[in-house]
């Protein structure tokens, strides 16, 4: 019943709020916000339609009083090769992070599910080490991962990991998703375990009542609540691995090399090509745009869950 | 219901032992490839991997000069290039994921891997071509103690002012001999114009500001000589002392003059918001008359347009051309920079590759790359194969004995050191005071 009484107290501030975003001076505030916010981009998008003579010597602002309009730059994005075409980086890129992003969810939930809802000993202090494993750096795991990789695991002698052969280091994947995998769980872990947490204890109960065990429980009721918490965890995740360099330089090599490196390859060595990286932005920003979009219900759902409930 | 459970736990299982063996097929044999192909001594049909910081075009045509012998021997190099090169090898050092080849760009850098003790000696074929076709000045380069664990590759030189041979015929004025002349040239050119004569761009990202410094060291070399060069680059002569101190008063009454720059792009401050390459746009458009860059600035003239809209033509009767800073006082000096092979691996195959990038052969190759900007230290190299009249004259004066060559200081200096003499110099065009500037540089050596 407590609860009751706190959502009464809670309503008024909560509606107090919601006029005051309502208003006519927030929504010019929002609009303010979201014209100078979207500027940038605009201008370079505008941009990665001009000749490189215009991007080299004037802003883009001048475009409006000397329209030209041109798709060189896309053409020589598209046409420039670095070891690897940008086609095949594209490619690269995809194979990179749809298992970057899908290995750490599965993981991920069954970890929280675990956490939230198996009562073992240590469970909380488990959950706390896990949370606290967000501040460790990912540059602090680039030497250790590395050597992890080419020298492999052995335990007095017993080979429990061989290690990667250089040319898998070069042209395979593992490594690189392995490396995403580690870095991401520890966030996975904690946002997918909030999410499972908040599943009323009567409605996990009634299913146990009705005979479910664990995997049914897991399957049946756990994942189809936490579905907006996985879908924005998903554009999260993805968007971090599509736009990560770091990991990307470190750990592929030529052949194995995703759109990021390419984009910054595309200046060339001295930079003087640097007009391209207009088209570039664009070329690369499409299937992030694509999957954010076909996602977004689930990310605003997602971002909201649990805020208000009660 | 115990059967429900035990299906979830069994496919639990599955996809983990799934997801295992998918990271388990990546490896063909236990630990490092190569050691199939170290026992057989014939070295066809390998893969020698090389690292270094050229990407994009200027990758591509560096894989060019070596692919017809790669193919000719059957060895594949499979060459990556990263533009935190200089940052990424010491990661990959540490954890030991190690190219057969890296290319170092600065000698320095190239003496802390060889520190870490995973770079190889050359072999002695390879050494043997290296006495062979460098001078004694290039090879040092690449000498750690008295061990030769470097090639030189490709070089480059500095301190070219580039101008327009048709502008310089209206005004009727010649290219200058001495420093001297080319302030009364500037001068000259500004009563003509009533414009600013000079541009320069120091905007490099990470590393804006090495434009400048180069200037800076180009000055010192030619003023105070090698002797006082090699002491300031290991930090006998300091900043604050009177040569470097006269080179940025020197290049001050060009660079802080309103009157001189910044052509094309605006004020004096518009040199360090402008991209080092992008002064290739007024010079060939004609709105600057002179700036100082490497040869490497013929590179941004193919996309720059001329005031009629054509293509510059680069020669010395054309549009742009470009002749070495004129010296301060007393002999030719050249400032340069080059890159340096060093192998992480003594594979046979990694052995022949060296030797081969150390020949005269693949100098040769090298600077006929098509399009490209290439030049070599290798004094076996047939400096009539190349088409470019300037590259040509840049090679005559690297392997020429009698030139005082010194690489170019920051590059030679300790990381942090290099660091502030960048920003110091930014901050100097920016308008702070010369004396606290240096004072600032100097300061760097401690962290040193």
């Known amino acids: 019943m407590s609860t009751l009484t706190a959502v009464s107290a809670s309503h008024r501030p909560h509606r107090r709020t919601h006029q005051v975003l309502s208003s006519p001076w927030a929504t010019a505030g929002a609009i303010i916000i979201a014209v100078v916010w979207t500027l940038p981009t605009f201008g370079l998008f505008l941009s990665s339609f001009r000749p490189a003579d215009d991007i080299t010597t004037s802003g883009w602002w001048t475009f409006f009083a000397h329209p030209q309009v041109t798709l060189s730059n896309y053409a020589q994005t598209l046409d420039f090769t670095s070891g690897i075409s940008v086609i095949k980086a594209l490619l690269n890129s995809i194979t990179i992070t749809l298992p970057a992003a899908i290995i750490p969810i599965v993981l991920g939930l069954l970890a929280a599910y675990a956490l939230a809802w198996i009562d073992f000993k240590g469970r909380n202090i488990l959950f706390i080490a896990i949370f606290a494993l967000q501040i460790v750096p990912l540059q602090m795991l680039l030497v250790p991962l590395l050597k992890l990789y080419t020298g492999g695991v052995s335990v007095g002698g017993l080979h429990l990991f061989p290690g990667f052969a250089a040319n898998s280091l070069s042209n395979g994947f593992a490594q690189v998703w392995i490396t995403h995998t580690m870095s991401a769980l520890p966030l996975a872990i904690f946002m997918l375990h909030n999410s499972l947490a908040a599943i009323p204890t009567s409605v996990m109960e009634a299913a146990q009542i009705d005979g479910a065990g664990h995997g049914q429980v897991f399957f049946r009721v756990a994942l189809p609540l936490a579905t907006p918490t996985i879908a924005s965890y998903a554009i999260f995740q993805f968007l971090w691995v599509w736009n990560d360099l770091l990991v990307a330089t470190i750990f592929t090599s030529g052949q194995n090399a995703p759109i990021t490196k390419?984009?910054?390859?595309?200046?060339?060595?001295?930079?003087?090509?640097?007009?391209?990286?207009?088209?570039?932005t664009f070329l690369a920003i499409i299937v992030p745009l694509i999957v954010f979009f076909a996602l977004q219900r689930f990310f605003v759902r997602g971002l909201l869950a649990g805020s208000t409930k009660g | 219901m115990a059967k429900n459970r035990l299906i979830y736990g069994a496919s639990i299982a599955a996809a983990l032992a799934l997801a295992l063996a998918g990271c388990a097929s990546d490896q063909p044999s236990a630990n490092n490839s190569g050691d199939s192909s170290s026992g057989a001594g014939n070295a066809a049909g390998a893969t020698v991997t090389m690292y270094g910081t050229p990407i994009g075009d200027e990758a591509a045509q560096w894989e060019a000069s070596w692919e017809a012998w790669g193919k000719a021997n059957g060895i594949t190099i499979q060459y990556t290039g990263d533009r935190d090169f200089t940052t990424n090898i010491s990661t990959k050092i540490q954890g030991n994921s190690l190219p057969d080849i890296a290319v170092f760009a600065q000698p320095g850098l190239m003496k802390a891997a060889v520190d870490t003790g995973k770079v190889k000696p050359l072999d002695a074929t390879t050494l043997s071509e290296v006495k062979k076709n460098f001078s004694e000045d290039w090879q040092s380069y690449g000498t750690v103690g008295s061990q030769q664990y470097a090639v030189p590759l490709d070089a480059a030189v500095k301190g070219y002012i580039w101008y327009s041979p048709a502008q310089f015929a209206s005004w009727g004025v010649s290219v200058p001999k001495t420093w001297d002349e080319m302030m009364t040239l500037t001068q000259t050119i500004r009563d003509k114009t009533s414009k600013p004569v000079w541009c320069a761009g120091f905007n490099s990202g990470d590393s804006s500001g090495w434009p400048g410094t180069d200037q800076i060291a180009e000055y010192v070399l030619s003023a105070s000589g090698g002797d006082t060069y090699d002491k300031w680059v290991s930090g006998d002569v300091k900043f604050t002392d009177q040569p470097i101190v006269d080179a940025y008063t020197a290049l001050g009454k060009i660079l802080l003059n309103p009157d001189y720059v910044n052509a094309g792009f605006g004020?004096?401050?518009?040199?360090?918001?402008?991209?080092?390459?992008?002064?290739?746009?007024?010079?060939?458009?004609?709105?600057?008359?002179?700036?100082?860059?490497?040869?490497?600035?013929?590179?941004?003239?193919?996309?720059?347009?001329?005031?009629?809209?054509?293509?510059?033509?680069?020669?010395?009767?054309?549009?742009?051309?470009?002749?070495?800073?004129?010296?301060?006082?007393?002999?030719?000096?050249?400032?340069?920079?080059?890159?340096?092979?060093?192998?992480?691996?003594?594979?046979?195959?990694?052995?022949?590759?060296?030797?081969?990038?150390?020949?005269?052969?693949?100098?040769?190759?090298?600077?006929?790359v098509p399009n490209a900007t290439f030049i070599t230290a290798n004094q076996g190299v047939d400096v009539s194969k190349e088409a470019n009249p300037l590259l040509a004259g840049a090679i005559t004066t690297l392997t020429d004995p009698q030139t005082t060559f010194r690489f170019g200081a920051g590059d030679a200096m300790p990381a942090v050191v290099q660091q502030a003499f960048w920003r110091g110099t930014v901050d100097w065009i920016n308008g702070s005071d010369q004396a606290t500037v240096l004072g600032q540089m100097q300061a760097a050596w401690v962290d040193a």
């Open chain 1, 262 to 280: 390419m984009l910054s390859d595309l200046s060339g060595v001295y930079g003087q090509q640097w007009y391209l990286l207009t088209a570039g």
């Open chain 2, 267 to 368: 004020d004096v401050a518009s040199i360090n918001s402008t991209a080092f390459g992008d002064v290739a746009i007024p010079l060939a458009s004609g709105e600057c008359a002179l700036t100082n860059q490497a040869t490497f600035l013929q590179a941004s003239f193919s996309t720059a347009k001329t005031a009629a809209g054509a293509t510059p033509k680069v020669a010395p009767d054309g549009d742009i051309w470009a002749f070495m800073m004129p010296p301060v006082a007393g002999k030719a000096t050249a400032m340069g920079s080059g890159d340096f092979a060093a192998a992480f691996s003594d594979r046979p195959e990694v052995q022949k590759v060296m030797a081969y990038l150390a020949s005269a052969d693949y100098a040769n190759s090298l600077i006929t």
